[in-house]
């Protein structure tokens, strides 16, 4: 019996020092630097393993004219203190890459060493940590007592990515780490990356520039968003006045009850492009008293730039539907503005409600003092036939 007690406690250490750490601190990302959204910016930061990648890596910056962060290994900077002391010298955030180390206790005596031998390097205090492939809990101590600023990121782009700065464009959002591996990228990948979210309203700027999120609630979030974003391939869609964007598109197959209007019928399976909604600018504008006629024209402005994209982006040719899930309709706004409202039904929506509702709770500038209010709304489908959607929509094209 001792035995079997001795084995539970060393499975139970395992599961701590590794999966449950991992899972924690690498994927939850509790701790790590999270933007708040509302700085409009985009951290751009590479993970540099090579001298080749390096050079690379600051000739392309130093072309575009871009800040960003590289992180690389002490062993690494060690053998190219020129490089590391012409990457501050440019500008450039440098941060420590982590070891992959499988023993708990060598990243717990590394780590600083490790830190000390890259500021010894570039001649400059180092600051931002990216952990190896690897965390354990012992290493996320050992960050905590050398002073160290975990960075990890919410969307990673690395080769073999289709069309790298346009998928890092179309998946970034305000606030996010873009992680960018820098192996084998291609020449002008900053410079096309900066142009890119330009269009949707974003700039890239040094980690030092985002506004960290203090809300536990809203950065685990943030963490499912980036999460979410990269798994559904969801993009943002610019806002044609130069505002904040309203909303978010991807591809997607309908999954509800059949939707009826007159003569329209639209089954499951119908492939559509699905809206949603862009968390930060419903927390920057809840709470805020807005009339219903400017709710209608900056929805039916955003709906305008929504039918643009999907006219001109070849990824939505093939969508019927243009569609999304929402409990928001001040005003009856989504009527007046001229698209279908159907309840949204079964129990999938009982879930979906549940979510919704909690995410008006979780962004809006009241917190979770509104949630009995919003408890009482209901999920409506907000939907048009895709000729119909162009037809009401796209010519109102002023991008």
């Not at 129990?347 to 500038?365: Q, S």
């Amino acid at each position: 019996m001792a035995v079997v007690y001795a084995v539970g406690v060393l499975l139970l250490l395992w599961f701590l020092l590794y999966p449950c750490t991992h899972l924690v601190f690498a994927r939850l990302q509790l701790g790590s630097l999270v933007g708040d959204g509302r700085d409009r910016v985009v951290a751009l930061t590479y993970d540099v393993e090579t001298r080749r990648d390096w050079l690379g890596v600051l000739a392309d910056l130093d072309e575009a004219g871009t800040p960003a962060a590289l992180f690389v290994t002490a062993s690494l900077a060690a053998d190219n203190p020129d490089l590391a002391r012409r990457t501050v010298e440019a500008g450039q955030v440098l941060g420590l890459r982590g070891r992959d180390a499988v023993w708990p206790w060598t990243s717990w005596s590394a780590i600083s060493r490790d830190q000390a031998r890259l500021a010894e390097a570039a001649g400059h205090p180092v600051g931002w940590y990216r952990p190896g492939r690897i965390e354990t809990f012992l290493s996320v101590l050992a960050v905590r007592k050398a002073g160290l600023q975990r960075v990890l990121g919410q969307v990673l782009i690395r080769a073999g990515t289709p069309d790298a700065a346009a998928t890092a464009a179309r998946l970034g959002f305000s606030g996010v780490v873009l992680r960018v591996d820098a192996a084998d990228l291609a020449t002008g990948f900053t410079r096309d990356l900066t142009e890119r979210l330009q269009r949707v309203g974003l700039a890239c700027g040094p980690l030092s520039v985002l506004q960290p999120e203090r809300s536990v609630i809203r950065r685990g979030w943030y963490w499912w968003e980036g999460e979410f974003t990269r798994q559904y391939d969801v993009e943002t869609v610019p806002a044609s006045d130069g505002g904040p964007p309203v909303f978010r598109l991807s591809v997607a197959l309908y999954r509800g009850p059949p939707l009826t209007e007159g003569s329209v019928c639209i089954t499951k399976g119908t492939p559509m492009a699905e809206i949603h909604f862009v968390n930060q600018t419903l927390g920057r504008e809840s709470g805020v008293p807005t009339g219903v006629l400017r709710v209608v024209a900056r929805l039916r402005r955003a709906f305008a730039d929504t039918a643009v994209r999907v006219r001109d982006d070849p990824r939505y040719a093939d969508c019927q539907l243009v569609a999304g899930v929402t409990v928001l309709d001040v005003g009856d706004a989504i009527a007046r503005i001229g698209l279908f409202r159907t309840p949204a039904r079964g129990i999938r929506m009982w879930f979906m409600r549940i979510y919704l509702v909690f995410l008006m709770a979780v962004f809006h500038r009241q917190g979770f003092r509104v949630f009995t209010r919003f408890a009482r709304l209901r999920p409506i489908w907000v939907w048009l036939p895709r000729e119909q959607f162009l037809a009401r929509f796209a010519l109102e094209d002023r991008v």
